[in-house]
């Protein structure tokens, strides 16, 4: 009888789709002993691309249920993965803590209310006399900008991220395939997954990775997954560094739902969580901005001098994100929405133990 090592090297594994899903299912699985390929047609300009990298774990205030095991999950996992990442770049961690502000007197209750229950010392309420409050509510020109801290959650910059991935994946010598996978089916024990220019690669495990896209390669009407995108936008943008020093300012956080990431004297990221449209709008400046009642000055003159969105995957009549064995050796990682770098370590995870669990 094999041992189960050898099953894992004899095993092929195709991963479609190379966002930051593809990309730590695929390092999960080689480290188990699986030949892997990675297949996608773009490799940028994915929602993966866009992110912030936000890593909100702790801050979540619902602590129970599968979306916050999820998190957990993830939030134990993040310290070995960047353990690892930093033998390709010693550069990459996670940049803590992360804030969460409002200027809404009942969303200020609420996140007190949390803090207060959940009596975790890494988890605080920010003093209206804090350093932290003071500066934001200075340089903000307003008295009314009130919130908390975790000092378990952060950010990783996504982009180093990714390319430290990739850097990663060639190391382990995975393949990836620079095409579009149209269709996929199961002949005599194997998948056979057909590309666009109408090649097929053989399998024995198909894990769809591919967002949006990942239902048209499944017989949707006996799994009936929905998903629908949601357009995520950021700036950057430049201020006149003479009215406010920005690296004084906390190194992310978040005002009424929008993210802010200084990233310079006189640079700063924002980013917008929850859109409703799909295209880019063109008063994006005016919409991403507009997070207090009166905006301060040096915001209303700063200049945009880089924008950029992506189109995220959001289930339908079902909490995001899906992850679900679909039976005969087909997987599916879709519909992160808001997420995909906070819940990546906790999907890679638990591909593994579904694919291990099918080879014993
Ligand atoms: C502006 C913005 C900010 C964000 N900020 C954060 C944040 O701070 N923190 C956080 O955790 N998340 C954040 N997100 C969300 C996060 O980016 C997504 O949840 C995550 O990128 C989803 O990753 P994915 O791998 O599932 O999808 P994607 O990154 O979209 O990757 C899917 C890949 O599949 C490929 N593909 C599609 N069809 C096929 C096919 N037929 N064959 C082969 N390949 C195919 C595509 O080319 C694409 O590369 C943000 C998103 C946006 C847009």
């Given at each position: 009888m094999k041992s189960l090592k050898e099953n894992f090297q004899k095993a092929h594994i195709l991963i479609i789709g190379s966002g930051i899903i593809g990309k730590f299912n695929a390092l999960e699985l080689s480290e188990l002993g699986f030949r892997i390929t990675i297949i996608d047609p773009a490799k940028q300009k994915n929602s993966s691309d866009a992110a912030l990298g936000l890593l909100m774990g702790n801050m979540y205030q619902k602590r129970r249920g599968r979306s916050w095991d999820l998190r957990k999950q993830s939030i134990e996992s993040w310290p070995k993965w960047i353990d690892l990442l930093q033998k390709f770049n010693y550069e990459l961690d996670i940049k803590k803590p992360l804030i969460q502000l409002t200027t809404h007197e009942e969303k200020f209750k609420k996140l007190e209310k949390f803090v207060y229950e959940n009596n975790n010392p890494n988890l605080q309420i920010l003093e209206r006399d804090s350093i932290i409050i003071k500066n934001i509510n200075q340089a903000f020109k307003t008295k009314s900008i009130k919130g908390i801290i975790s000092f378990d959650d952060g950010r990783i910059n996504a982009t180093k991220l990714?390319?430290?991935?990739?850097?990663?994946?060639?190391?382990?010598?995975?393949d990836f395939v620079n095409e579009e996978i149209i269709k996929i089916r199961k002949l005599d024990n194997q998948w056979f997954s057909t590309t666009k220019n109408n090649r097929d690669i053989k399998s024995d495990i198909v894990i769809l990775c591919n967002s949006l896209k990942a239902v048209d390669l499944i017989d949707n009407l006996s799994h009936n997954i929905k998903l629908k995108p949601v357009l995520g936008q950021a700036i950057e943008v430049r201020i006149n560094d003479a009215e406010v020093n920005l690296l004084a300012l906390p190194k992310q956080f978040n005002i009424n739902g929008k993210n802010i990431i200084p990233i310079s004297k006189n640079k700063l990221i924002i980013g917008s969580t929850d859109e409703y449209s799909t295209k880019p709008e063109k008063n994006i400046f005016e919409k991403?901005?507009?997070?207090?009642?009166?905006?301060?000055a040096w915001l209303i003159n700063g200049k945009v001098t880089n924008q950029w969105f992506g189109i995220r995957s959001r289930p339908v009549g079902e909490p995001s994100p899906i992850m679900k064995n679909l039976g005969d050796g087909i997987i599916i990682c879709t519909g992160f929405y808001k997420n995909g770098f906070l819940l990546a370590p906790a999907c890679s995870r638990w591909v593994a133990s579904e694919i291990k669990n099918y080879f014993s």
């Amino acid at each position: 009888m094999k041992s189960l090592k050898e099953n894992f090297q004899k095993a092929h594994i195709l991963i479609i789709g190379s966002g930051i899903i593809g990309k730590f299912n695929a390092l999960e699985l080689s480290e188990l002993g699986f030949r892997i390929t990675i297949i996608d047609p773009a490799k940028q300009k994915n929602s993966s691309d866009a992110a912030l990298g936000l890593l909100m774990g702790n801050m979540y205030q619902k602590r129970r249920g599968r979306s916050w095991d999820l998190r957990k999950q993830s939030i134990e996992s993040w310290p070995k993965w960047i353990d690892l990442l930093q033998k390709f770049n010693y550069e990459l961690d996670i940049k803590k803590p992360l804030i969460q502000l409002t200027t809404h007197e009942e969303k200020f209750k609420k996140l007190e209310k949390f803090v207060y229950e959940n009596n975790n010392p890494n988890l605080q309420i920010l003093e209206r006399d804090s350093i932290i409050i003071k500066n934001i509510n200075q340089a903000f020109k307003t008295k009314s900008i009130k919130g908390i801290i975790s000092f378990d959650d952060g950010r990783i910059n996504a982009t180093k991220l990714l390319k430290t991935l990739d850097k990663y994946l060639k190391y382990k010598k995975i393949d990836f395939v620079n095409e579009e996978i149209i269709k996929i089916r199961k002949l005599d024990n194997q998948w056979f997954s057909t590309t666009k220019n109408n090649r097929d690669i053989k399998s024995d495990i198909v894990i769809l990775c591919n967002s949006l896209k990942a239902v048209d390669l499944i017989d949707n009407l006996s799994h009936n997954i929905k998903l629908k995108p949601v357009l995520g936008q950021a700036i950057e943008v430049r201020i006149n560094d003479a009215e406010v020093n920005l690296l004084a300012l906390p190194k992310q956080f978040n005002i009424n739902g929008k993210n802010i990431i200084p990233i310079s004297k006189n640079k700063l990221i924002i980013g917008s969580t929850d859109e409703y449209s799909t295209k880019p709008e063109k008063n994006i400046f005016e919409k991403i901005t507009n997070f207090l009642d009166k905006k301060p000055a040096w915001l209303i003159n700063g200049k945009v001098t880089n924008q950029w969105f992506g189109i995220r995957s959001r289930p339908v009549g079902e909490p995001s994100p899906i992850m679900k064995n679909l039976g005969d050796g087909i997987i599916i990682c879709t519909g992160f929405y808001k997420n995909g770098f906070l819940l990546a370590p906790a999907c890679s995870r638990w591909v593994a133990s579904e694919i291990k669990n099918y080879f014993s």
